[in-house]
């Protein structure tokens, strides 16, 4: 089964990444033959960009998921702008993608809404490139976070009329989503997901965060009216704190309830600081040795790309093929 999935370099990476996609990437290595996994830059110039912070985003973001755990040897690990395959099947697929499917995406809507100055033609074609990069393997499961869904569902539509088209080509995908921390959200306001692009950090726990910073914003989170610690709509904070706790404990929420039942939301709340401070302890410390050697980690993107074209030349040669690009094939008399 080939699993693929991607990353942007933007920003510090948060607990809601870890959570909902990366933690899933390190499961994938076992299962996926193989996995691979790509940090999208192309897809981080559709917001304004600084060129220098985006390289150097670029190897934080890889040595953060070398420090989570993925192996270059047990996965196909690369960066999306080494690869110009993912553009040009970009580019092809516009042909089978829906103008009106892609004025529905939430996230278009949302960050269209945020841009000042200008809202830029890729912002809007981001999920005809994010579509590229899954079918481009022939993807058969990618691990996202909730947020993803509908992006997915697009890709499946564009492989769907590709293959109806063009003959059956592409691989249709289908999502991982996982069933408890798809949608991590802001521990200062629990109604929206945990993102950078908040203008607040301070309801966001960043991967590589200082155990004193997480206990203190731990214990800042907005909780709710009452007193028991249960899952529940109109428990938004204490909600989010539980699916927390579960995800880094390895347990289920239920068992989290069972365990605080009766108790504050203090000591509850100190106890997830302390259990969230454990499970990050370990990426952090080696994201310190990984990151500094930039030599190292730019050989592992070019290993890593160069493992990825060879699984993508020949899809896109059957997409061209099928399209009508390069010379006629000759049948054998
Ligand atoms: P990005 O970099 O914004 O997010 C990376 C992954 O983290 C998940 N995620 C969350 N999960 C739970 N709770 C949250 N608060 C939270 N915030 C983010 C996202 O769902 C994602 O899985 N469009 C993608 C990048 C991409 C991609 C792809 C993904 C480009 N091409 C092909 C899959 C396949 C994105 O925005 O990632």
């Known amino acids: 089964m080939r699993i693929f999935s ?22 994938g290595q076992e299962r996926g033959d193989p996995a691979i996994y790509c940090i999208v830059d192309l897809h981080a110039i559709t917001v304004p960009h600084d060129p220098q912070a985006l390289r150097r985003s670029v190897y934080d973001t890889l040595a953060l998921l070398l420090a989570a755990g993925l192996d270059p040897d047990r996965c196909v690990l690369f960066r999306q702008s080494d690869m110009p395959e993912h553009t040009e099947l970009c580019w092809l697929l516009s042909a089978v993608t829906a103008y009106g499917d892609l004025t529905r995406m939430h996230q278009f809507k949302e960050k269209s809404q945020r841009q ?4 830029s033609a890729g912002l809007f074609f981001y999920p005809v490139l994010q579509a590229a990069d899954i079918l481009l393997y022939r993807t058969d499961e990618v691990p996202v976070g909730e947020d993803q869904r509908q992006h997915l569902e697009l890709a499946r539509d564009v492989a769907e009329r590709f293959n109806a088209r063009f003959g059956e080509i592409l691989t249709v995908p289908r999502h991982r989503i996982p ?13 929206s997901k945990m993102s950078t692009t908040t203008e607040s950090t301070a309801g966001v726990i960043f991967i590589d965060e200082e155990p004193d910073e997480i206990r203190r914003k731990v214990r800042a989170a907005v909780t709710d009216p009452g007193r028991e610690i249960v899952r ?27 365990e605080f039942a009766g108790r504050g939301y203090a000591e509850f709340k100190q106890a997830v ?13 080696r994201y310190r040795e990984l990151r500094p050697d930039e030599e190292a980690l730019e050989r592992t993107l070019a290993d890593g790309a160069e493992r990825a074209r060879e699984l993508a030349r020949p899809v896109l040669a059957d997409v061209r093929r099928a399209m009508g690009f390069g010379p006629a094939v000759r049948q054998p008399v």
Do not use: C, W
């Open 6 to 27: 991607g990353i942007q370099p933007t920003g510090r990476k948060h607990l809601g990444n870890y959570i909902g996609a990366i933690r899933q990437y390190v499961d």
């Open 116 to 119: 000042r100055e200008l809202v």
């Open 273 to 285: 600081a302390e259990a969230v401070v454990e499970f990050l302890r370990p990426v952090r410390e």
């Open 179 to 191: 069933e408890v921390g798809a949608k991590i959200m802001d521990l200062q306001d629990p109604t």
């Open 232 to 258: 529940s709509s109109d428990k938004p904070g204490i909600s989010n704190l539980i699916e927390i706790m579960a995800v880094v404990r390895g347990v289920n929420p239920a068992d989290v309830e069972r």
